[in-house]
Structures are given as structure tokens and as C-alpha cells.
């Protein structure tokens, strides 16, 4: 089965940068959609940003202009560069997979979570002075 696995979170202060990194199993690249979500306690989880099967990069509100969305498809792995953090980007961010049904052989990536699956364990992002 697949298996998604996140990696880069930490605690950092506003307006520094990081690079979150998630490592895919089981899984070609660019047979899916592949999602970056976040979830803060008490809210429901987000998109953050995404890339499509065909490449299309598609960016939830809070992170257009900051964060970018990258995939290396020799090493099975999709990288989120978040820049100028901000308080409200803490949360717990996890990447998953599209519904290959839905996602493959098309250049979108949008959809809320329940169009997304196999979800890691989650990295912890705290942005905090």
C-alpha cells in the first residue's frame, strides 16, 4: 500500500523559513495528485497546496505568495518551502494522495480533504517569537 511520510517541521520565529518534505511509497509521483494539508487544534484540516499528476501547483489562500510546492520524482518526494512564516501557519501539516479514480491523467489538484488519502503521520509546525 502507499505510505506518506513527513519530515521538516519545528518550531521557528515569524518571518524565517522552512522546507517540509514528504516521502512517497508504493506510489508514482505523477499517477496522482499529490496534497499538502494542515490541521490546527481545533479546526478542520486544509489545503495548503497541491500538484497535479500532469504538474499543476494549485495554493490554498493563507499560503499564495509564501509557500511553494515542489516534486522530485526520482526520489518519490514532494516539497512544500514554506517563507515568512507567520503565527497562524502552526499546525500539524501532512501530505496524502488524491483519489487515483478522480486525479490521475488530469492537471488539477484541488479539493478539500475528502478527496485525499493516505495521510502520514503528520510534521509539527510551530511559528512563535
Known amino acids: 500500500q502507499f505510505q506518506f511520510e513527513e519530515s521538516g517541521g519545528g518550531l521557528v520565529q515569524p518571518g524565517a523559513s522552512l522546507r517540509l518534505s514528504c516521502v512517497v511509497s508504493?506510489?508514482?509521483?505523477?499517477?496522482?495528485?499529490i496534497g499538502w494539508f494542515r490541521q490546527a487544534p481545533g479546526k478542520e484540516r486544509e489545503l495548503v497546496s497541491c500538484?497535479?499528476?500532469?504538474?499543476?501547483?494549485q495554493y490554498g489562500n493563507p499560503a499564495k505568495g509564501r509557500f511553494t510546492i515542489s516534486r522530485d520524482n526520482i526520489k518519490n518526494t514532494v516539497y512544500l518551502q514554506m517563507d515568512s512564516l507567520e503565527p497562524e501557519d502552526t499546525a500539524v501539516y501532512y501530505c496524502g494522495a488524491g483519489d487515483i479514480g478522480y486525479y490521475s491523467g488530469i492537471n488539477y489538484c484541488g479539493g478539500g480533504p475528502s478527496m485525499y488519502g493516505y495521510w502520514g503521520q503528520g510534521t509539527q509546525v510551530t511559528v512563535s517569537s
Open positions: 500538484i497535479a499528476s500532469g504538474g499543476h501547483q
Open positions: 508504493g506510489l508514482s509521483l505523477d499517477s496522482t495528485a
